[in-house]
């Protein structure tokens, strides 16, 4: 499979609640990461005590 690296997208082999994936794009080839989605992260910060003043997202792709 050839990818662009410049096009945004949304892979279809990955999914967003999945706990972890392999990554095969290089330099990681095969490394096994963890994901968290943006509401975990937000929830657990909360949960540290932290005060959330903003969040914002972006329709940009990074």
Do not use: C, K
Not at 53 to 58: D, N, V
């Amino acid at each position: 499979m050839v990818l662009d690296e410049d096009e945004p997208r949304i892979r279809a082999d990955r999914s967003y609640f999945a706990r972890s994936f392999v990554n095969d794009t290089f330099p990681a080839d095969g490394a096994v990461e963890s994901q968290w989605t943006l509401g975990e992260i937000v929830t657990t910060l909360i949960g540290a005590g932290f005060t959330l003043r903003h969040l914002a997202e972006y329709p940009e792709p990074f």
